[in-house]
C-alpha cells in the first residue's frame, strides 16, 4: 500500500529512549541493594562487570538534563527488584525507594513521563536460590513487588510495563544466563514453559493490581516482536513461519490480551510432552489482566524454512531471532537484508510489518519500547562522535513507524534503545547503542563523562519537529 499523504506523528507522541537497571545504574551494591542474578552470574570473557555500568546512579541528575536538552518528552527505565526489596521479597529498602523517587522527579522537572519497566533480567540472587520463576509463589513474589512499587509511585508514574522480553527469556534464557534451570532438569522444554507459564500469571497478576490501586494509570506486556517470513513460497516454508511466529510472537500477546494460550503452541508442547500445569484461578486471573497498551521492542525480523528431522534444536547468532527449533522451523538468512557490525539484520519495511502484523490481532496502541544499532563508536580528539550508521538506522525505522501511522496503526510512542551508551548484556560497553557517549572501556572506568553524539542533535531536531524533518 503506497501513501502519497503521510498522517502527521500524533501531538501526544513520546519521543524518548529507553534503559534498564542493571545496565545503566551501577552502584551494584551499596545503599541497601541485594544483589540480582546479573550480578553473580558468570562474566561473558572480555566484557566488564557491572557493579559500576555507567554510573547512572551518581549521575542521574545529568544524564536527565541531557534527555531533556534532546528534547524527550518520555525516558523508559527499569527499576531494580533488589534495590527495593534485597531478598525479593519482606523488608523494603528506603534507600532504593528514595533514588527511585528523586530520579522519577527529575524526569518530572523536565516534563519527561516516566515509562517504568518493573522487571528486566534482574532476578534477585535470593529468589533464584529459591527456585525462581519455576516455583509457583514466584507469581506472589512478582505480585508483592508490583504492589510495593504501585503505593510508592503510583502517584506520578502513569506507564507501566510488566516484564521485558519476556519471550526472550522463554526462548534463549538459558543461553543468556537470565533463566535459572533447578538441576536434574530432564524435560527443560516442560521446565521453561512451566516457568513461562508462572511470568504470565504473575505479569497478569500485575496488571489486575495496578488497575486496582492505580485506576488512571496504563499498563501492558513488553516482548520482543518481529515478523517471521518464510524463506520461500513453498507451503512447507508457510507453514514453518507460521509455527515460528506463534512460538516467538503470539503466544506471548495473545496471553497478555485476550488470557489465552495459542492453540499451536499448546499443541506443539502436548507433542513435547511439555505442557505447563495450569490451574482454573491462573486461566481467571490471565482473562482479567487487560492490558492498555502494548510495549514492543523490536530489532530485526527472522527467516525460516522447513525442518527436517536431522535439525537439532540450537541458537545461531544473535539472541533475537535466529533458533532452529526441531519439529518447528529452521532459521536461515535472510539474503535480502544487511547486516550491522555484530550479525544483526537490519530490516526497516519488517518493523512495518510487524506493527501492522501486532495492531490487526490486537487493537491496542503500541509503544515502541526498544528498536536500535549496536556498534564501535569512537570518540575523537575534540570531543565528538560521528556516528552516520545509527541516525541511518534510526531514520529508516521512523519513516516506516510514520507509514505504519498512516496506515492506521494506533502508535503511542518510539524509545529507541538506547538513552545512554550502557553495558550491553553480551558484548560489554564496546558495543554501543547510546545517543550520549560514556567515556570508559571494559576494563578501563577513564572519566565516565558524557558526550553528545551526531546522533544526539539529530534526535534533538526529529523531536523538535515532531518527525518531519528526517534529514541529517
Not at 540472587?125 to 519455576?134: I, T, Y
Request: glycine share 6%.
Amino acid at each position: 500500500m503506497l501513501h502519497k499523504n503521510l498522517k502527521p506523528f500524533p501531538d501526544d507522541f513520546f519521543w524518548g529512549a529507553s534503559s534498564s537497571a542493571y545496565q545503566v545504574e551501577g552502584a551494584a551494591l551499596i545503599d541497601g541493594k541485594g544483589p540480582s542474578c546479573q550480578d553473580v552470574k558468570e562474566i561473558p570473557e572480555g566484557t566488564s562487570d557491572l557493579s559500576v555500568s555507567v554510573d547512572h546512579y551518581h549521575r542521574y541528575k545529568e544524564d536527565i538534563a541531557l534527555m531533556a536538552e534532546m528534547g524527550f518528552k518520555s525516558y523508559r527505565f527499569s527499576i531494580s527488584w533488589t534495590r527495593i526489596l534485597p531478598e525479593g521479597t519482606g523488608k523494603v529498602n528506603a534507600q532504593g525507594i528514595e533514588f527511585y523517587n528523586n530520579l522519577i522527579d527529575e524526569c518530572l522537572k523536565y516534563d519527561i513521563e516516566p515509562i517504568v519497566t518493573m522487571f528486566h533480567f534482574d532476578m534477585p540472587a535470593a529468589l533464584d536460590e529459591r527456585g525462581s520463576w519455576s516455583k509457583r509463589e514466584s507469581i506472589d513474589w512478582f505480585a508483592e513487588f508490583a504492589t510495593v512499587l504501585f503505593e510508592n509511585f503510583g502517584d506520578r508514574v502513569k506507564y507501566w510495563l510488566t516484564i521485558n522480553e519476556q519471550n526472550m527469556l522463554t526462548l534463549v534464557g538459558p543461553v543468556i544466563g537470565t533463566l535459572h534451570i533447578p538441576e536434574g532438569t530432564t524435560n527443560k522444554t516442560k521446565e521453561i514453559y512451566q516457568q513461562n507459564h508462572h511470568q504470565l500469571v504473575a505479569q497478569a497478576k500485575a496488571m489486575q493490581i495496578c488497575h486496582q490501586m492505580l485506576p488512571q494509570a496504563k499498563i501492558g506486556p513488553a516482548p520482543n516482536i518481529a515478523l517471521v517470513y518464510a524463506a520461500s513460497s513453498k507451503p512447507e516454508d508457510v507453514i514453518a513461519s507460521q509455527n515460528f511466529n506463534v512460538i516467538r510472537n503470539w503466544l506471548y500477546l495473545d496471553a497478555a490480551v485476550y488470557g489465552v494460550y495459542n492453540n499451536l503452541v499448546w499443541s506443539y508442547l502436548e507433542e513435547n510432552d511439555a505442557t505447563p500445569h495450569v490451574t482454573k484461578e491462573d486461566l481467571t486471573i490471565m482473562k482479567a489482566a487487560k492490558p492498555d497498551f502494548l510495549g514492543i521492542n523490536y530489532y530485526n525480523t527472522a527467516t525460516v524454512e522447513a525442518v527436517s528431522e536431522s535439525d537439532v534444536d540450537g541458537v545461531t547468532g544473535d539472541q533475537q531471532s535466529r533458533r532452529t527449533i526441531p519439529g518447528i522451523a529452521k532459521a536461515v538468512l535472510n539474503p535480502n537484508l544487511v547486516t550491522t557490525e555484530f550479525g544483526w539484520e537490519i530490516d526497516p519495511l519488517g518493523f512495518r510489518s510487524t506493527l501492522r502484523e501486532i495492531y490487526s490481532r490486537y487493537r491496542l496502541p503500541i509503544l515502541i519500547t526498544e528498536n536500535g544499532l549496536g556498534a564501535y563508536d569512537t570518540l575523537t580528539e575534540d570531543g565528538k562522535i560521528h556516528d552516520p550508521y545509527r541516525i541511518d538506522y534510526l531514520r529508516h525505522h521512523i519513516e516506516q513507524i510514520h507509514l505504519a501511522i498512516t496506515d492506521g496503526v494506533e502508535m503511542m510512542g518510539y524509545n529507541p534503545w538506547s538513552a545512554i551508551d550502557l553495558i550491553s548484556t553480551h558484548e560489554g560497553i564496546k558495543k554501543r547503542y547510546g545517543f550520549i557517549y560514556v567515556d570508559r572501556d571494559d576494563f578501563d572506568l577513564k572519566t565516565l563523562n558524557r558526550y553528545r553524539k551526531d546522533s544526539f542533535f539529530w534526535y534533538q531536531k526529529v523531536i523538535a519537529t515532531k518527525g518531519q524533518d528526517l534529514t541529517n
